[in-house]
């Protein structure tokens, strides 16, 4: 009997199940996406206007992202979500998680597309993913290189698509950066305290700019100009060196500001200064 048991057929079933993916949506952050980009062509500036509602020429770049996702005609969410979960970041320096396309303020100093990509695809390890979406403005400037993530993504079992969308013109804005502003950060009373600085700037060849030394002495409670001169901005693409001097009367902690005064038509205001503590 037990022979016969053991010889008998066996019956099996096969059930398939269909496991619903997930899609990264991710969204930059950064403070350019403030930036409110002016130089655009009229066949451009329509296309955009139809998918986001928007002007592009006066409103933010993240505004017009918002705009799109606004935008009932298309309804993006809603047609990426009908086979897949979304999730949806935003990201700079670091990586937020859930949040909504509407509520995302453009803060973060830095573009880490790599690292965002890294630590997102942690968040869902294990699940099924569709694909990535970048939504960004440039090119990823820290973090882990862009390459590495992509890789990852390739060499992966399922080898995950990304797509990026591009937001703003291919232009560079008109901007003025300070950088590398240094000084000795000890010095004696009645010495000169001497700021060397460097200066960058697209769109502004031939011009000159003023340049602000603010501080904040010991004794005092609000920062208030104590220098000031005129520079010649260097030429597009290049970085040129200056300096600025401030005699300090009395000792103990002071608080500088170096600032290079905005320009009109400049659509980056935000990195026009540096500030530095010295010890008298």
């Known amino acids: 009997l037990l022979l016969s048991i053991l010889l008998e057929p066996v019956f099996s079933v096969e059930r398939t199940l269909k496991q619903r993916g997930v899609v990264l949506l991710m969204i930059d952050d950064s403070k350019s996406m403030t930036i409110r980009d002016e130089q655009i062509d009229t066949e451009t500036r329509s296309a955009v206007q139809k998918i986001t509602g928007l002007d592009p020429t006066t409103v933010s770049r993240l505004e017009l992202v918002k705009g799109m996702f606004k935008n009932q005609d298309i309804r993006l969410l809603e047609r990426i979500a009908k086979e897949n979960d979304v999730r949806v970041y935003s990201f700079s320096s670091s990586l ?3 949040v909504k396309p509407e509520d995302i303020a ?3 100093d830095v573009t880490q597309i790599g690292s965002a990509v890294m630590e997102a695809m942690k968040d869902v390890k294990g699940r099924l993913v569709s694909a990535v979406i970048l939504v960004t403005d440039g090119r990823s400037n820290a973090g882990i290189p862009l390459s ?10 399922q080898q995950i698509p990304v797509y990026a969308l591009g937001v703003g013109s291919d232009k560079p804005p008109r901007d003025i950066r300070l950088v590398n502003v240094t000084a000795e950060p000890v010095v004696m ?6 700021f060397d600085f460097e200066t960058e700037q697209n769109g502004f060849d031939d011009a000159t700019a003023q340049v602000r030394l603010w501080a904040r002495t010991p004794k005092g409670v609000d920062e208030k100009i104590v220098e000031k001169k005129d520079i010649k901005l260097p030429v597009s693409g290049l970085r040129m060196g200056s300096s600025i001097k401030y005699r300090a009367e009395e000792e103990g ?12 038509g400049e659509m980056m205001k935000n990195n026009n200064a540096l500030s530095q503590g010295v010890t008298v």
């Open 189 to 194: 009373v009645k010495d000169d305290i001497v």
């Open 253 to 264: 902690e002071y608080r500088f500001r170096l600032e290079i005064v905005p320009q009109e």
């Open 148 to 157: 590495s993530a992509a890789k990852y993504l390739k060499d992966r079992q």
């Open 96 to 98: 937020k998680r859930d």
């Open 106 to 108: 453009a803060e973060g």
